[in-house]
Structure formats: structure tokens, C-alpha cells
């Protein structure tokens, strides 16, 4: 994670926010088991063709890995205290995500509109070149 910029705490606390409704018992958010297996998923072959169909690369497991860690760091905890952390450390990453770079950033907006677009109307009277004969 190191090279990040850390998300405003306005975006954290939006996300919290939201977090907190969505789950709002302790029993709610994920337990280790589901993130072991997330983990285990991850690594399975059809995950790795699909990452590597989608992106071009192999998929990194290591976040998966890490949240079962986390997990786990939080067994003897009070489950509302559980909560409470996992609700934060999702809602930073969350706010990673919205704050860093999203595939919609690829695209310009157009300013001024295409040349000949939509195509005007062919005659009906022209050859359309063959291409199979």
C-alpha cells in the first residue's frame, strides 16, 4: 500500500456511513471463514484465466489474503468492536478506490461532435464493393 495517497476523511466517513446501514449488526459483516474461502477463490484457475481474460494479468490474491488476516487478528475482540474496525478498514478502502484512477477515466469528454456523424444515407443506386465472391 505504500505509494498511495491516503483518501480525505470526508470520503471515509461517507463511506462509514453507508457501511453502517448496510450492516448494521455485527453478525452482518463477513466472518473469517468467507474470507478464507474469497481468498481460496481467488486462487482457483478460473479466476486467474478470467483476471488474465479481463486485465491481461494474473489476479493478486494478496488483499483476500490480508483481510483473512485482519480477520483473524480480531478473534477475541467484543463483536461490536469487530464490527466497528471492520467497518473502518473497508470504508478506507473504499475510499481508496473512489478517490484513485477508475476505467471511466480513459475516456474524453467530446467537446465539439464527430465529422459526418451519423453517417449520411447511401445512394441506393451504388455498388457496395464485394468483399466475398
Known amino acids: 500500500m505504500s505509494g498511495e495517497e491516503a483518501p480525505s476523511p470526508e470520503l471515509i466517513k461517507q463511506e462509514e456511513d453507508y457501511l453502517r446501514k448496510v450492516h448494521p449488526t455485527p453478525e452482518d459483516i463477513p466472518g473469517c471463514m468467507k474470507l478464507f ?16 481474460y479481463r486485465y491481461g494479468e494474473m489476479a493478486t490474491c494478496a488483499p483476500k489474503l490480508e483481510d483473512f488476516k485482519f480477520c483473524m487478528s480480531m478473534k477475541g475482540m467484543h463483536p461490536e468492536e469487530k464490527r466497528d474496525l471492520w467497518i473502518r478498514r473497508r470504508a478506507e478502502w473504499w475510499a481508496r478506490r473512489r478517490a484513485g484512477k477508475s476505467s471511466e477515466d480513459v475516456w474524453d469528454v467530446r467537446t465539439e461532435p464527430l465529422e459526418d456523424f451519423p453517417p449520411r444515407k447511401l445512394d441506393p443506386n451504388l455498388q457496395a464493393p464485394r468483399t466475398i465472391e
Open 37 to 52: 474461502d474469497d481468498f481460496l477463490l481467488c486462487n482457483v484457475i478460473s479466476s486467474q484465466f478470467r483476471s488474465l
